[in-house]
């Protein structure tokens, strides 16, 4: 399986600010996913990055909020815009394509705290 | 549409016995994958083990098992002989086929299992 590595693993950032995260992995995929995970909730897709096309957002997520960006088949960047403390969350990269090669594989994660 | 449920939000088992739990899905898609991840105290997540929808056998890696009964559309994963560091969060997951699209994945709520020594 794909090899993800995702960085920052965590941050503290002021409110109004902007985060951007970045995933990197180690082989050509079709299609990456990024996904919050609020305290104690489950993981929600925000929006699936498409290499040379727009990305596609999940109900409830605005491009403004989340712009991303997928340059090439191994690396996208997800930016947290104007933060506010309800943005403090997990925020992980996944990777997609069948699932007995890529399928299964998460990014390690970039734990945000936004004071 | 597709979804997955996971009834037990908290579980608990005593070291060296085993624990089932539970997770239900829908899905109108014929091809489809199944997943299970631990999720620690640190927030990553660790892929356990993968069941397809086409697979005839039930899926095994180690300690842990899948249960999985197509007709009622359930997903369970067993783990046997319980450790003090299996403690952590448990997502099942389901991701669909490419007739859907997508290949994105869902998760359930998670059950948060605790081991007691």
């Known amino acids: 399986s794909a090899v993800i590595s995702q960085k920052p693993s965590r941050d503290i950032c002021q409110r109004g600010t902007s985060l951007t995260i970045q995933c990197q992995v180690d082989?050509?995929?079709?299609?990456m996913f990024w996904y919050r995970q609020q305290p104690g909730q489950s993981l929600t897709l925000i929006a699936t990055?498409?290499?040379?096309?727009?990305?596609?957002?999940e109900s409830g997520f605005v491009i403004d909020k989340f712009p991303i960006s997928r340059p090439n088949l191994t690396f996208s960047t997800l930016t947290v815009s104007n933060m506010s403390p309800e943005d403090s969350s997990i925020y992980l990269c996944?990777?997609?394509?069948?699932?007995?090669?890529?399928?299964?594989?998460f990014g390690s994660g970039t734990r945000l705290t936004v004071v | 549409a597709q979804k997955i449920t996971q009834t037990q939000p908290g579980m608990f088992v005593q070291e060296k016995e085993a624990v089932t739990l539970d997770c239900t899905y829908d899905?109108?898609?014929?091809?489809?994958?199944l997943f299970w991840y631990k999720q620690p105290s640190s927030g990553e997540m660790i892929f356990l083990i993968y069941?397809?929808?086409?697979?005839?056998q039930n899926a095994t890696e180690g300690r842990y098992s899948l249960n999985f009964q197509k007709a009622r559309k359930s997903a369970n994963l067993v783990i046997s002989a319980s450790q003090l560091g299996d403690s952590a969060m448990y997502f099942c997951?389901?991701?669909?086929?490419?007739?859907?699209?997508?290949?994105?994945?869902?998760f359930g709520a998670g059950t948060r299992l605790f081991v007691k020594a």
């Open positions: 997951a389901m991701r669909e086929g490419p007739e859907s699209g997508g290949f994105k994945t869902i």
């Open positions: 996944s990777v997609g394509g069948r699932a007995d090669s890529y399928g299964y594989t």
């Open positions: 899905t109108s898609d014929p091809s489809y994958g």
């Open positions: 069941q397809g929808s086409y697979d005839q």
């Open positions: 082989s050509q995929v079709t299609m």
């Open positions: 990055a498409n290499q040379g096309s727009e990305a596609t957002y």
